[in-house]
């Protein structure tokens, strides 16, 4: 079984700065891709960032040069540094990790986290 388990979240107040964790417990063959999204009320999930097994980052456009994106490969597991937090970044932030679950597995798989809540308020 796979799980994929997130930490870090919390009120902060404008300006202010959080660092998220995703940890990947469970045998996993090889992971692809970690990543992080968020979504707010009434809004669609979108992408905050990713990042490869090559170190390859993407983020989203709202939070490029705010935002920074790691990994430790050798403990599956992510961190998102947020700094200058603002309101609109208010959200459910979920982990994500696009991985081959075994080496005989005919398909890659998607695994979620529960989620962790990021409210940005004075």
């Known amino acids: 079984q796979v799980q994929v388990v997130e930490s870090g979240g919390g009120l902060v107040q404008p300006g202010g700065s959080l660092k998220l964790s995703c940890v990947v417990n469970g045998d996993i063959f090889t992971i692809w891709s970690m990543g992080w999204y968020r979504q707010a009320p009434g809004k669609q999930r979108e992408l905050v960032a990713s990042i490869s097994n090559q170190g390859t980052t993407d983020y989203g456009d709202s939070v490029k040069a705010r935002f920074t994106i790691t990994r430790d490969g050798a403990r599956n597991t992510v961190a998102l540094a947020m700094n200058n937090l603002q309101p609109e970044d208010t959200a459910m932030y979920y982990c994500?990790?696009?991985?081959?679950?075994?080496?005989?597995?005919?398909?890659?798989?998607?695994?979620w986290g529960q989620g962790t809540q990021v409210t940005v308020s004075s």
């Open positions: 994500t990790v696009l991985a081959r679950r075994t080496a005989s597995s005919p398909r890659d798989t998607t695994y």
